[in-house]
């Protein structure tokens, strides 16, 4: 058979969560253990926190020059949260796409709508729930990273969040980290097998139908 076997068409995956919830370690997992998926990695107008790395955690801008690249249509989407800028850039993204490769995207909620909205056959939504408000709120306080007053706001907006939940493709609860990821890896397993993403089906199946058997 001379079709190419590997022509896929690659995925959006956003995984979205309150802060506090394992999302990062979940994501982190996930492209460590997938080398066709790889961690879009945002600019954002925030300073960086204590061990976090430019081009590694962010891409720390300034916002004049977030918005020339605003201006510049540099990004699939941004918003502003917590008072601070951050966007997708739209370009190592397009790419991965076209070498058949994913995106998994570490946003908040309504950037995730947004990147949906513009790309909805390439995105698949999963949104991960803590176990219980309070074990968020702990899990919050031990990090000590927030101030009192960011964390209650943090909580507000996961109530407002979790109501939303029927947006999502997909609701893993992250009880138990293992599980959690588990069912994060399956999911991403199951989207790269669609049928709509592996183009090389249709070629290899007109072949296979026209394959003389003499
Ligand atoms: P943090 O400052 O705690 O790293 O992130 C704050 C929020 O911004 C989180 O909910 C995070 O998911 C979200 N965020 C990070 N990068 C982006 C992005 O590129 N676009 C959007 N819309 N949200 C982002």
Known sequence: MSSDPRRTRGLLMMVVAPSGVGK???TRRLVADHPDLHLSI?????????????????????RQRFQSMVADDAFLEWAEVYGNFYGSPAEPILDALDRGESVLFDIDFQGAMAVQKRAPEDSVLVY??????????????????????????????AKDEVSQWQAFDYVVLNEDFDRAYSDLAHIFHAERMRRSRNLWLGPFVEELIGESLD
């Open 42 to 62: 945002s600019a954002t107008t925030r300073s960086p926190r204590p061990g976090e790395h430019e081009a590694r955690d962010y891409h720390f801008v300034d």
């Open 128 to 157: 991960i729930l803590p176990p219980s408000l309070a074990e968020m709120s702990r899990r919050l306080h031990a990090r000590s990273q927030d101030s009192e007053a960011v964390i209650v706001q943090r909580i507000a907006r």
């Open 24 to 26: 990062t370690s979940l």
